[in-house]
């Protein structure tokens, strides 16, 4: 079976200590990174847009891409180390939100960090992209906290 973490800058520790906890050793782990188009796709449309298409030699984007994908091989060989146990390391680039469920098809747990509010349990606790892999991934899905978790006492009020 195929245990995968979803490592994104600021969570992906967390993700690693709860894959090294919960995961058996004799399953396969896959650290997974995915790489947003935002900031490529932004930076050829203003030069396209502003600057012309005479120059293709010198769109933005190129150079952007290559800095993402270094980033990306970095965090993944941090990953890797911190899990301290064979994993295969897979850097894709799309929406992450569709690339992790797309990921996760056949898996048997996905292990994901809360990225929101961490100052208490809640929807806020899950920015948008977490918010939809854990509401479509085809498996089981283990959630974890990048830091302590809030205290309980924090929670909102049961209703009236």
């Known amino acids: 079976m ?4 979803w490592i994104v800058e600021g ?8 894959v ?7 399953d396969d782990v896959l650290l ?13 449309g203003a030069y396209a847009g502003l600057l012309g298409r005479s120059r293709p030699d010198r769109d933005p984007a190129v150079p952007l ?9 970095r965090l993944l060989a941090g990953a890797a180390a911190r ?17 992790v469920v797309s990921a996760a098809e056949g898996a048997a747990l996905l292990v994901l960090a809360r990225d929101g509010d961490r100052t208490r349990p809640g929807p806020h606790s899950l920015g948008p992209a977490t ?13 974890v906290w990048p830091g302590p978790a809030p205290d309980p006492a924090a929670a909102p009020p049961p209703p009236a």
């Not at 195929?2 to 973490?5: E, R």
Request: glycine share 2%; aromatic share 2%.
């Open 20 to 26: 090294r906890a919960h995961a058996p050793r004799d």
């Open 131 to 143: 918010r939809f892999v854990v509401d479509h991934a085809p498996c089981p899905v283990l959630l």
């Open 11 to 18: 969570t992906w520790a967390a993700c690693v200590d709860a």
């Open 32 to 44: 997974l990174h995915v790489t947003g188009p935002e900031a490529a796709d932004a930076a050829r």
């Open 65 to 73: 891409e290559s800095l993402a994908a270094s980033a990306a091989e």
């Open 83 to 99: 899990l301290d146990r064979p994993a295969i390391l897979l850097d894709r680039t799309g929406r992450p939100e569709r690339e």
């Open 2 to 5: 195929t245990v995968i973490a």
